[in-house]
């Protein structure tokens, strides 16, 4: 793995964020983003039960049969997904990568540092504030870097996942070329996205799916798994107003 280049708090910087890039990333408001992801992500209790856990059975059938040595999220945001595979893998060296240092300050105090959280949700109704307790795992760790350049050496990985992460990217066929770098021979990638681009260039490029599935064949990956309805409904208040995502999800596996 590369060594850091700097370090803010206990987050190791694998990217030297400039000061513009942290002004226009909307992934550091706190309000905005990081309190609504620890709300989706963290506070189970609000909703009768977590609202992505979609996104886990999907995967959980792809995860490997014994214990292996590293797993990385990217995109990991306050990181859940990539905490729960610490649990089941506590023998592997497990990274939450993402480009937003407050997303990871969040993530590390949550789930490393046995920080306790509170969620305020009055403003969309709930009127008691939620406590939650943190976490000490100590196979988990969380830093700063790209999807486009991760700090992590050629064949290095044995499962990557990530959520809500790809239509993000400003070079998809990047991103996924790079995880493939990263993923060692029969290593596994799993991904869910909604395919929500925000760029027309990237519509065209990747939609429909199938442009997507080509595309895995191109970089190196054989898919072993494609799904193209996982419906996920982001609740967003007390009176159960959601958001609904389509999305496709795969499990892929590197093949050589
Ligand atoms: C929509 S959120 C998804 C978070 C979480 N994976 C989920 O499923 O809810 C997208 C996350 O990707 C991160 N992100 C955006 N662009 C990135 C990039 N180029 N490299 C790494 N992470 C990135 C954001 O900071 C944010 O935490």
Not at 198 to 218: D, E
């Amino acid at each position: 793995m590369k060594a850091a280049l700097s370090q803010r708090g206990r987050i190791p910087f694998f990217y030297k964020k400039s000061d513009k890039e942290f002004q226009l990333d909307p992934y550091e408001r706190y309000e905005s983003m990081v309190s609504r992801q620890s709300a989706l992500h963290l506070a189970d209790g609000l909703w009768d039960s977590y609202p992505m856990q979609a996104v886990l059975d999907f995967a959980a059938p792809f995860y490997p049969s014994s214990q292996v040595a590293h797993i990385l999220e990217i995109g990991c945001g306050v990181g859940r997904w990539i905490a729960t595979l610490a649990q089941t893998f506590p023998k592997a060296d497990c990274w939450g990568i993402d480009y937003s240092y407050q997303m990871l300050k969040r993530a590390r105090e949550f789930w490393v540092d046995q920080t306790d959280i509170h969620i305020d949700l009055s403003s969309k109704g709930f009127s008691n504030i939620l406590n939650i307790k943190g976490h000490r795992l100590k196979n988990l760790n969380f830093g700063l870097a790209k999807a486009s350049a991760l700090p992590f050496n050629y064949e290095s990985q044995d499962l990557i996942i990530n959520s809500f992460l790809l239509d993000r990217l400003d070079d998809p066929a990047r991103g996924l070329a790079e995880m493939y770098r990263v993923l060692r021979p029969k290593g596994k990638l799993i991904l869910i996205t909604p395919l929500n681009f925000s760029k027309a260039a990237h519509w065209k490029a990747y939609y429909p799916p199938i442009k997507l599935f080509q595309l895995l064949g191109q970089i190196g990956f054989e898919v072993l798994d494609w799904q193209e309805e996982i419906l996920i409904n982001e609740p967003l208040d007390f009176h159960g107003n959601s958001v609904r995502w389509k999305c496709i999800g795969f499990a892929a596996q590197r093949k050589d």
